[in-house]
């Protein structure tokens, strides 16, 4: 599983015309599922975005986390942060989960995210989505289960 932190000051997701998720100051959260992943997998990277040290403190330093700061996240799915270009031109997806298991972990990892009480907001699984951000820093990381879990 992996997980795209983009630490922002604003992001909204829009569907269809409709804003479905919002926060101000906190973390876009782009979650890519594997085919082998587990819950497993999303507990550690619940437990990692949450008390990951990215904000910063009065002096400029990471040293906050989103539990610290009591961040917004916005959640949204992203299969192909499983892309494989090592081949030709045209991306391959086979490493990702078919969408029953993806949309089943990606709603655990929202429940794991959701219960240490910080506000969670989402895009809607599937569907096309236009996504706004103000990326803060900018600061950008991957974080990816198989590193620890390996």
């Known amino acids: 599983m992996k997980a795209l932190l983009?630490?922002?000051s604003s992001a909204s997701v829009t569907v269809e015309g409709r804003v479905t998720g919002q926060i101000e100051q906190g973390f876009l959260i782009l979650l890519g599922v594997a085919g082998d992943d587990s819950e497993k997998d999303a507990d550690y990277l619940a437990e990692k975005v949450v008390n990951l040290r990215i904000f910063s403190d009065d002096n400029s330093k990471f040293n906050l986390s989103a539990l610290q700061i009591g961040a917004g996240l916005l959640v949204i799915s992203q299969f192909t942060?499983?892309?494989d270009t090592s081949k030709g031109?045209?991306?391959s997806f086979t490493t990702a989960a078919p969408p029953?298991?993806?949309e089943t972990l990606y709603r655990y990892f929202i429940r794991r995210i959701s219960q240490t009480g910080l506000k969670v907001e989402t895009g809607i699984f599937g569907a096309h989505m236009l996504v706004s951000i103000a990326n803060d820093g900018p600061v950008t990381i991957m974080l990816d289960s198989k590193d620890k879990l390996a």
């Open 100 to 102: 029953e298991l993806a």
């Open 89 to 91: 031109r045209r991306p």
């Open 81 to 83: 942060l499983l892309a």
């Open 6 to 8: 983009q630490r922002v």
